[in-house]
């Protein structure tokens, strides 16, 4: 007669082994799949990252020589925006003294994808078609002047209240034509931006929020209509800096890559 204690635990070792055969592996743990590393793919398909996970190689701050480290840090494989906490800001909320953190290589024709998350409240973006020259002659705050692919706690910043404003947005100027489904405060989202020519798109967690083209009548509108409006030179399409913003806010981005087209 077989012992009921031995055949338990004969049981339980064989299910423990089965489950150990099946476990289905997440993409994290599959090999090239880790934050801020590309696949044998990617690589093929030309993409380059722009943030290696461990330093600040390759960016600096606008209209700074170097990265301003007293608005952005390395932390655990992400870059993280350091809180300004109370300071001077200006009356769009942004730091009086800020600095956002621009790539020292421009961007022509791009595809360029990231992770974010936000805390509690917190507005961010990551901004395109940036002139560090124009925006340092129009905003000594060190802040860049560009297209920007809105980063936002929509139910807690009061920006969430305006369509164009939201996450995913083109700030200020083009919604979100469809419900964004941003992922919960302090979970990853991941987004997409498509730049060619006088098109763009964005992107949000697979799902493709918006497209514009400049110099067609509906975006001349929205120019005209937005804050930008006494900026002539903005709607321009140029060679530009791709900036992570500094609106005061911890926000953290990882898995930055971008690829011409």
């Known amino acids: 007669m077989i012992n009921a204690r031995w055949w338990l635990l004969a049981l339980a070792a064989y299910g423990s082994g089965l489950g150990a055969q099946t476990r289905t592996v997440t993409s994290s743990e599959s090999p090239g799949a880790r934050p801020n590393e590309l696949t044998a793919a990617e690589r093929a398909a030309g993409w380059r990252l722009l943030f290696d996970g461990r330093t600040l190689a390759g960016w600096r701050g606008l209209g700074y020589d170097s990265v301003p480290t007293a608005h952005w840090q390395v932390d655990a494989g992400t870059i993280k925006k350091i809180a300004s906490g109370n300071v001077p800001k200006l009356p769009d909320g942004q730091p009086l003294h800020g600095g956002d953190l621009m790539t020292v290589d421009t961007f022509d024709d791009f595809e360029l994808t990231w992770e974010w998350k936000v805390t509690p409240g917190a507005n961010s973006g990551l901004k395109y078609n940036v002139s560090e020259e124009l925006s340092v002659k129009e905003a000594p705050n060190h802040a860049a002047l560009g297209f920007e692919y809105q980063i936002l706690d929509d139910d807690r910043h009061v920006d969430g209240k305006l ?32 730049f060619r020519g006088k098109h763009g798109e964005h992107w949000l967690n697979g799902e493709k929020l918006l497209e514009f083209d400049l110099g067609t009548a509906r975006m001349d509108s929205c120019l005209a209509k937005s804050k930008y409006r006494s900026l002539p030179w903005f709607g321009e399409r ?24």
């Open 238 to 261: 140029r060679r530009g800096h791709l900036i992570l913003q500094d609106h005061g806010d911890e926000v953290y981005f990882r898995n930055i890559k971008a690829r011409d087209l």
């Open 163 to 194: 369509a164009t404003h939201r996450a995913g947005a083109l700030y200020d100027l083009v919604a979100p034509t469809r419900p964004t489904h941003v992922h919960p405060v302090g979970e990853w989202n991941q987004s997409k931006l498509v």
